[in-house]
């Protein structure tokens, strides 16, 4: 599927982030093309140390593909692709959240269910678990962003030679971070990013968050 996904030039992707996956698991050319084209990427043992970095990739996300052969085996037993290392059942529902809470969600599809399989319905109870908690992220929205309320706190940051200031926004809302991707004829250009980057930016240092960003738009 990530290979469709990216070699498909009728999609044109600009952006696609891929979460949770296993390294030994995926085409190297497809881990390649990710990193060249500076789309997101997170692997399940990045995901299982700071699952908020998850929310950072969604933050933006129009589409979700939910994948259930992203579980653990023991979690979703009749998702078809699933290894006996993966998401916990808990992990995906968090994850599902934060999908739902992306103001630019439009549309999400849960896959991978083998329903013929799926003896006792529990990867199906799974699949239900994680829609739920898509819906309750929509019902929590907080029409968060810089461009949508005015409710933020404004923070420049002066990263020394000919490099522009790099400005960051904090929301009062929900204390989450943007930056502003300063690229000349395209204004308004906002990345999540943390309250890590902008400590990197204190110290004199560009974020590779902002890096990447500042790549795939110029």
Known sequence: LLDRLISNQKTALLSLNCIAFQGHLAPPNAIETLINLSFGQLRLGAVSQNQEEGELLLRNSGLTILHLDSIK??????SKESQPVGLTAEQFC?????????????????AGCELHTDTNSHTAKI??????YLIDGISNRKEDHPLKHHEFLKYKCAVGGKQPEIVFYKSKRTNRWWMDIDVEDLRNNF????????????????PNRYLNALQKLV
């Open 191 to 206: 990345v999540p990013c943390t309250y890590s980057d902008y400590l990197k930016a204190v110290d004199g240092e560009i």
């Open 127 to 132: 699949a239900a678990l994680g829609l739920w």
């Open 94 to 110: 968090q994850l599902s959240y934060y999908a739902g809470v992306s103001d630019n969600l439009f549309a999400a599809l849960f």
């Open 73 to 78: 085996l023991a979690d979703a037993p009749a």
